[in-house]
Each structure stands twice: as C-alpha cells, then as structure tokens.
C-alpha cells in the first residue's frame, strides 16, 4: 500500500494499490499536542448517498483529528474517485479494501480500532467486524437490512421512470437482465443478492462497543426498541450498545449538508473516551 507523501498537509490525499486498481484516500493525521486515542476507519455509504454525506464525513473527520484520532477516509473500487466502474464492485470486494485500510491504518497507529460506518456503510462495517475484531464500531444513521436498503435504492427510480412501479416488479427486471440502472448507477444482480443477505439482527459480532447516533425521526421509543432488541442478542457475546438519540437533520438524503446535533453528539462521546 502506497504511503501519502511526508511533505502532504495534515490532511493527505492519495492513492493506495489494490486489487483491482487503485484507492482514493483520505488520511487525517491526529493532533500533535493531545495524546492519540486510537484510529477510526470511514466506510461511506451507498450510491449517491456517499457524495450527499461527503460534507458531514469530511467535518466529523477533521473533529476525530482534533481530538486524537488518526483517521482514514477512503472512496471503495467503483466508487467516488477510485478506480472500477460501480457495476464491478461487489461486496466482498469492498471488504477486501476495508481490510487492506485497516491494516495500513494500524501500522500507523496501533491504538484502539473503530470503524465509522454512515448508512449502508454500517452495515458494511458490521459486516467486517464478524471476521475481523475491532474495538468499536461507530454508526451514523445504520441501515440494518441489507433487503430493505435495496428496497429503497430501486424506489428511488419509480418517480421518475415508466414501467415497473413496485420494488417486486424491479427486482424481478433485475433478476431477468442482471442489472438495472437507478439514477445513473447501474446495480448488477450480484451486488443485489450480497447486499440482501446481509442483515444486522442475524450477525453474531465479537466483543466490542457499539456508538449508534441516530435521528429518532419523532418517533424516539421506537428506536430505542430497536438498539435494545439489536443490543440484547449481540450483548449474548460482549457487546455493548450504546444509543444515542438526536433530533438531527437528514444529510444522508441531499436536501441539507450538515447535521449539527449529530457532530456534537459524537464530539461528546470521543472527546470523552480516555486515551
């Protein structure tokens, strides 16, 4: 893996190799006047969710480098400015590149590990902590359901387009050509089914500790219900959840850019944690 350049600003884009290809990064270097805390991994969303959360993902970074963490952002194959086309990329391509990250990202900081996942990239994020252990896990607005998650992706079509108006009608157009475009991304059958079979009530994690930030939406005992139920089967292996509320503004839907609450949700939360 390719290291940023010394003479980079403390905020160093560059490119790492991959297999296919190469990476786009990101890499925001802790303070140097606090005592590190321990590296965050960023595991953006999906579609074109990644570019509606870029502003929130760029300002939270830069805060976890303020505070201490050494953070790496990075754009997975097909996706943002890395290599590939998004009909190439695959699921377990996208751990392939969790894995490579989070392996460079250790060497240069050897504290505690967390991944930061926003979206579907939460679960993407749970779905790597199975295999891998970390020693936390950050999520921002999860998606839990991978099925669900498609499910919405290919709504986002019916307003728009003629033919199939219901996501059973998509799905089986999807199913008979392999691949169906929504909004100028092309999802391929493959990407569909792994996405399906991921779902978070199902996981089995290792011990860790779980950040859940999320917008209650006006609705706030329904989802504490949900992290108590999530909490109580994964607590069965040592993890511990911890949610926390906020009345916050949708950024991941590209009609505001910025969720103040949640920056200073997650600020509270990390600027605590002891080094």
């Known amino acids: 893996m390719n290291a940023p350049l010394l003479s980079a600003p403390r905020v160093e884009p560059f490119f790492f190799d991959a297999d296919p290809g190469t990476r786009f990064s990101l890499y925001h270097a802790p303070a140097p006047h606090i005592p590190a805390r321990g590296a965050i991994l960023y595991v953006h969303p999906f579609a ?37 086309d998004f009909n190439a990329a695959r699921w377990e391509l996208w751990q392939r590149d969790l894995a490579t990250a989070r392996a460079w990202l250790a060497e240069r900081s050897p504290g505690p590990m967390h991944l930061w996942g926003i979206r579907l990239g939460a679960l993407l994020a749970l779905d790597a902590a199975r295999s891998s252990a970390v020693d936390g896990l950050i999520l921002w607005q999860p998606v839990l359901n991978g099925r669900s998650a498609i499910n919405q992706f290919l709504r986002q079509r019916l307003p728009t387009e003629t033919g199939p108006q219901s996501s059973a009608a998509l799905r089986a157009r999807l199913a008979t050509h392999g691949q169906i475009e929504i909004n100028g991304y092309e999802l391929v059958a493959p990407l569909a089914r792994a996405i399906d079979a991921c779902d978070a009530a199902s996981m089995q994690l290792p011990a860790c500790t779980i950040d859940w930030f999320a917008s209650h939406g006006g609705a706030p005992a329904r989802l504490s219900a949900e992290a108590a139920r999530l909490g109580a089967r994964w607590g069965q292996h040592g993890v511990q959840v911890r949610l926390h509320p906020i009345d916050g503004l949708p950024f991941w839907q590209g009609s505001v850019a910025e969720c103040p609450a949640l920056l200073a949700a997650t600020d509270a939360v990390f600027g605590s944690l002891l080094p």
């Open 48 to 84: 074109e969710e990644l570019n509606w959360c870029r502003r929130m993902a760029a300002l939270q970074s830069r805060r976890f480098a303020a505070l201490g963490y050494a953070v790496l952002q990075i754009d997975l194959f097909g996706c943002g400015d890395s290599c590939g």
